[in-house]
């Protein structure tokens, strides 16, 4: 090849390059990926079965953390006052959708932060009643979520740990007093008390030090049988209470399965792992262009007994027939 030939292939390949400098230039560059901020009242521990269950639920949608979405994580780890910090926080990162987990404190915070971004939450009592939607069937504002009625079953709850101790004997409630609706369960479960002849006492403890205290006091007072209300803090709390409940050999129902699973005698409630995959769910479908004011509040409606046997004998408690019939699971 001589040199003027090669020199006319080099022009020709520079002016063919530069030609497509405007086109490569123009060309859509691929979306940012969308970002969602996740805040819970819990903790990372004892809820990474609860974030896989959550995303299930976004795959259910077709999203893929690491893939085509990213989530932020902030944990309060039981401190109810750091949620609006970590609200603001998340706010900064340029979300797409904030999921507010871990009962009422976290979405009522997350409610107070924005007006704007999408919200989606996982509580255990009543939305309207806490003010986060105007409707179940519409909500109504920028928020919408799962309703996990955990609240709801305390009276029933009271009723099966009432079977297995002797009759008149006191029955002690747990409460966590900075809990939205603390004062409407204990209302509930000194009424469900008059009915079933049982004194009740309440002990409430809103941290590590106040829960230390409880526990003393409920062993003062030589209560029969423990009932622990459906709070965030005590989810995050679990390993001690369980712990205290078997040095005392104290019978003791809890709202999730969780607690039986860990050693606890006994649980009534809904699926928790069950209420975050929705949760993932709602999250998916409001980055697809669902709106929040028009997603109905998902309620669970299952509920399930677990009982530990292998617990009850520890303690020397013996199961009535009919209420192991009634078990959803018995662990051995």
């Known amino acids: 090849m001589t040199l003027d030939r090669l020199r006319r292939r080099e022009t020709l390949a520079l002016i063919g390059g530069a030609a ?5 230039a123009g060309a859509q560059q691929p979306a940012a990926m969308p970002v969602i901020g996740m805040m819970s009242s819990r903790t990372a521990a004892d809820s990474a079965h609860l974030v896989e269950a959550f995303r299930q639920g976004l795959r259910e949608t077709g999203y893929t953390e690491g893939q085509n979405v990213a989530i932020e994580f902030r944990w309060a ?11 603001a926080d998340l706010l900064k990162q340029n979300i797409a959708v904030l999921v507010a987990v871990g009962g009422e404190p976290s979405a009522l915070a997350a409610k107070a932060a924005t007006s704007t ?5 996982t509580i255990g009592g009543d939305p309207i009643q806490v003010g986060l939607v105007a409707s179940i069937n519409r909500p109504g ?75 003393a006091e409920v062993s003062r ?72 004011a028009e997603l ?17 004998k520890a303690i020397g408690v013996e199961i009535p027939p009919y209420l192991s019939a009634l078990a959803d699971e018995i662990i051995e």
């Open 20 to 24: 497509a400098w405007p086109l490569a």
């Open 77 to 87: 780890n039981g401190k109810y006052g750091e949620l609006p910090a970590l609200a």
């Open 117 to 121: 971004v999408p919200i989606v939450f």
């Open 141 to 215: 504002g920028n928020a919408t979520g799962v309703s996990l009625l955990a609240i709801a079953p305390e009276a029933k709850r009271l009723a099966m740990l009432h079977e297995l101790v002797p009759k008149g004997a006191p029955i002690a409630a747990l409460v966590n007093p900075t809990f939205a609706d603390a004062e409407t369960r204990i209302r509930e479960l000194e009424a469900a008390g008059q009915t079933l002849d049982r004194p009740i006492e309440f002990f409430r403890a809103k941290d590590n030090a106040e829960l230390e205290l409880a526990f």
């Open 221 to 292: 007072k030589r209560a029969a049988a423990l009932q622990v209300t459906a709070d965030p803090f005590f989810d995050t709390r679990l390993a001690a209470i369980i712990a205290f409940a078997a040095r005392g050999r104290l019978p003791t129902i809890y709202q999730f399965r969780e607690f039986a699973q860990a050693g606890g005698l006994m649980s009534y409630g809904i699926s928790l792992a069950d209420g975050y995959r929705q949760t993932g769910n709602y999250a998916g479908r409001i980055l697809k262009g669902a709106k929040p």
């Open 296 to 312: 109905p509040v998902y309620q669970s409606i299952k509920f399930e007994l677990v009982i530990n046997l292998k617990t009850a």
